[in-house]
Structures are given as structure tokens and as C-alpha cells.
């Protein structure tokens, strides 16, 4: 018994050390994360991904890094594991969201889809979630949706108000829905440069 309560604390430390190693990983991979350096993040989050399988904040910023670096199917299976953990966290939602979309020529109609309905989980978790009304503001103005787009860019809007991509795309989808609600209006000279 002496010998057992004697290792108890040696173990404790050890499992401490180890906490503050996957967060020292994670802290130093989402630091490189923002400063744009996703394939130099990837090494270390995995590992602490390896080190902590459970660890959502590795998780979310693992998957980040994947998608940054082009490897949007990598991160799939990573943010599906991390809403299975926390459910309730709009980060891991956007971010496989994103993830789902992948990048032409492989996004899918099912990755569409799927990514709609997790950009949709963010929002209900939080309306003013980051980039995700912009998003969704994309998929739909790329399916013909002017109406559904435009009210995601006045959503992305309105949680980001310096948010200048917004602006421009619901403007231009604005002039356009009014085109094509007055085919016989004239355009002025900007819309006829565009073309």
C-alpha cells in the first residue's frame, strides 16, 4: 500500500505534464493557424489530437488547418467526431461546414447539402457566428437562390458590419433581382462594364 500511494502522485504529474503538453500543441498549432501557416500547424495538432482523441479544441483546429491547406475530406471525419463531443459548439459546426463543401471540381450536391444544414446548426447555436451567414449567402447565390442569398448577406451584415464581401455581393444581387424582376430597364454604364 505504501508503494502504490507513493506512485500516486508521480502519475498525477505525469497527467498533468501530458494536459499542458496537448495544450501547449494546440495554443502553438492555432498560432500558426493565424498566422496563416496551416501546413506547418497540421504536425502538431494531430499530435495532439493523437495524444487527447477527445480534445475538440484540437479537433476544430486540426480541421481548420486541413481545410486552409486544400484538404477539406481530412477534415470531415475529424469535426463529425468533435459534434458527436460537443454538440453544442457553433465553432465545430462552422467548421464543418465548411469542411462539407470541399472545393471544385469535388464538392458535391450531398457536400452542399450537408454544409447548409451544418451552417444552419452554427447559426441556432449562434446568430451572429462568423462568416456563416456569408457562407451560406455563397451556396445559395451559386444555386440561383437571389432572395435566400441576399438574406444571408444582410444576416452576415449585421453581425459583422465591416463586413465590405457582404456588402458588395448584396449589392450586386440586389441590382441583379431588380434586373430580372424589370427585364426593361435600362443598366447603367458600371453594369454594362461588368459584362
Not at 489530437?49 to 476544430?60: F, G, R, T
Not at 486544400?70 to 465553432?91: F, K, Q, S, T, Y
Not at 449562434?126 to 438574406?151: C, F, M, Q
Not at 444576416?155 to 449589392?171: G, H
Request: hydrophobic share 35%; net charge negative.
Amino acid at each position: 500500500m505504501g508503494e502504490e500511494s507513493a506512485n500516486r502522485p508521480e502519475r498525477r504529474r505525469s497527467a498533468e505534464e501530458l494536459r499542458r503538453h496537448i495544450a501547449e500543441l494546440v495554443n502553438r498549432g492555432a498560432g500558426l493557424l493565424q498566422a496563416g501557416l496551416p501546413s506547418q500547424a497540421i504536425p502538431l495538432l494531430e499530435r495532439a489530437l493523437e495524444l487527447d482523441p477527445d480534445n475538440v479544441s484540437a479537433a476544430i483546429n486540426l480541421g481548420g488547418a486541413y481545410i486552409l491547406a486544400g484538404e477539406h475530406r481530412r477534415a470531415v471525419p475529424i469535426l463529425e467526431r468533435a459534434c458527436e463531443l460537443e454538440p453544442d459548439n457553433p465553432m465545430v459546426w462552422t467548421n464543418l461546414g465548411a469542411a462539407y463543401l470541399d472545393r471544385p471540381p469535388f464538392m458535391t450536391a450531398e457536400g452542399e447539402r450537408k454544409a447548409i444544414a451544418a451552417f444552419e446548426r452554427a447559426l441556432e447555436l449562434n446568430p451572429a457566428a462568423p462568416h456563416v451567414s456569408y457562407n451560406l449567402g455563397l451556396i445559395y447565390k451559386d444555386r440561383g437562390d437571389l432572395e435566400t442569398a441576399i438574406e444571408h448577406f444582410t444576416n452576415a451584415i449585421y453581425a459583422n458590419p465591416l463586413d465590405r464581401d457582404a456588402r458588395y455581393w448584396r449589392e450586386r444581387l440586389q441590382e441583379e433581382l431588380r434586373r430580372r424582376q424589370n427585364p426593361d430597364q435600362p443598366r447603367t454604364s458600371e453594369e454594362g462594364a461588368e459584362e
